[in-house]
């Protein structure tokens, strides 16, 4: 397993937690996680890549290892922000290579676009988004928020880390259990009461009070100069579902002027776990 270095540095008021490896001579490369994951969740596509990188990945605030925000809501946007900032304290002269999955590519998607001349190549993990529908009006949301605040969103507690593996394995079976293993010992830590319970803060359960409408978000992507690079895996279920809705596809696909896309088979919506050494080698050979 190759070898990572943690290191904690100020990013908008949230100490951000940072996992790299590789020589930091080497060309840049920053992985951004999903909502709930961690960066080491990285780990198995690091090992799996051929050529020398400097390979950096944050936890997100509130995930893993990085602070919280303090509040009952985290704001989409302020992830945004913190990659802004983060950029430019990793390559503050260069545009950089991102890969994003999830949430992570959703964020890196947005940046892409309000910053263009900030990324040079974007490869989108399974976070392309299903096709949009109406999304509840402004009240309804609002009203949601509201009720969530009262309620009680701890995260649900295992009795040991193997539980918490075992329950991995569970939900997805092409995880081994050295991988599982692996995994819920990064994504969990173990709470007061001796059980073990994800590394999140629970307020990132709560759904955002406002959403940014989907149309909004393809006009940012319209004016993202870098190539883009989308990566499904072929049992998430995702692309069927933009798939099966022409003009929701043609309207994200639209958005860019130098799209390509693969797909990962034997892969769900975790491909970084599922088929590392796949994306390994898609990642490498669309960067290089």
């Excluded at 309804?140 to 649900?156: K, V």
């Excluded at 909004?216 to 004016?223: E, P, S, V, Y």
């Excluded at 929701?248 to 002027?257: I, L, M, N, P």
Aim: proline share 7%; charged share 25%.
């Amino acid at each position: 397993m190759t070898p990572s270095r943690s290191t904690t540095v100020p990013i908008r008021g949230v100490d951000y937690h940072l996992r790299s490896w590789g020589d930091a001579g080497a060309p840049l490369l920053v992985l951004l996680h999903g909502s709930q994951d961690v960066s080491a969740s990285w780990q198995f596509v690091v090992d799996a890549l051929e050529h020398p990188w400097h390979v950096v990945a944050p936890d997100w605030r509130g995930h893993g290892l990085s602070g919280r925000s303090g509040a009952d809501t985290y704001w989409f946007p302020d992830y945004v922000a913190d990659l802004d900032a983060l950029l430019e304290r990793l390559s503050p002269e260069r545009p950089a290579r991102l890969v994003g999955h999830s949430m992570g590519a959703q964020v890196a998607a947005l940046y892409a676009g309000l910053r263009p001349e900030r990324v040079a190549r974007f490869v989108n993990v399974d976070g392309f988004g299903p096709p949009g529908g109406r999304q509840d009006p402004t009240h309804r949301r609002l009203a949601r928020w509201l009720a969530q605040i009262g309620e009680d969103t701890s995260q649900r507690p295992y009795e040991s880390f193997d539980e918490f593996a075992l329950r991995m394995r569970s939900e997805n079976p092409r995880l081994d259990e050295a991988r599982s293993r692996f995994l819920a010992e990064q994504w969990g830590e173990l709470a007061p009461d001796g059980t073990v319970v994800r590394r999140a803060d629970p307020a990132l359960k709560r759904a955002a009070p406002l959403a940014i409408p989907q149309d909004d978000l393809i006009d940012c992507w319209r004016r993202t100069q870098a190539s883009v690079l989308w990566v499904d895996g072929a049992q998430s279920g995702l692309w069927a579902r933009l798939a099966s809705d022409p003009q929701a596809f043609e309207a994200r696909a639209g958005a860019y002027g130098d799209l390509r896309i693969e797909h990962v088979e034997d892969a769900g919506h975790n491909v970084h776990h599922d088929q590392p050494e796949r994306l390994a080698r898609i990642v490498e050979a669309f960067m290089r």
